[in-house]
Nanobody, 124 residues
Framework: VQLQASGGGLVQAGGSLRLFCVAS????????VAWFRQAPGKEREFVGA????????KVADSVKGRFTISRDNAKNTAYLQMKSLKLEDTAVYYC??????????????????WGQGTQVTVSS
């Protein structure tokens, strides 16, 4: 499966953005999907993950209550809805998919398929 992340952009603090992760190729519905982000000079950081059926979701404490992860398997798309954005949310956001039917994880090593990233910049 190939992943394409999009939806990033420039937004003021307090604003909202919705990121998209569109999959092509093999059956998307069997893969857990996660969002990670990486700011300049920092390590890649877990943001959120969702199981293959959508029943299991988890988000990082730093974005809990502000970010929501979801998916629509009929559209081969996963989403990251971000609201109340803060300056520290500025980063390149990546979507990733793991092995079929794997439980969603916070670990980078779980995921073996990555999209190219989309830039999110939050301004004051």
């Amino acid at each position: 499966v190939q992943l394409q992340a999009s939806g990033g952009g420039l937004v003021q603090a307090g604003g909202s953005l919705r990121l998209f992760c569109v999959a092509s190729g093999r059956t998307f519905s069997v893969y857990p999907v996660a969002w990670f982000r990486q700011a300049p000079g920092k390590e890649r950081e877990f943001v959120g993950a969702i199981g293959w059926s959508g029943e299991i979701t988890k988000v990082a404490d730093s974005v809990k209550g502000r970010f929501t992860i979801s998916r629509d398997n009929a559209k081969n798309t996963a989403y990251l809805q971000m609201k109340s954005l803060k300056l520290e949310d500025t980063a390149v956001y990546y979507c990733a998919a793991g092995p079929p039917f794997e439980r969603p994880s916070e670990l980078v090593a779980t995921y073996d398929k990555w999209g190219q990233g989309t830039q999110v910049t939050v301004s004051s």
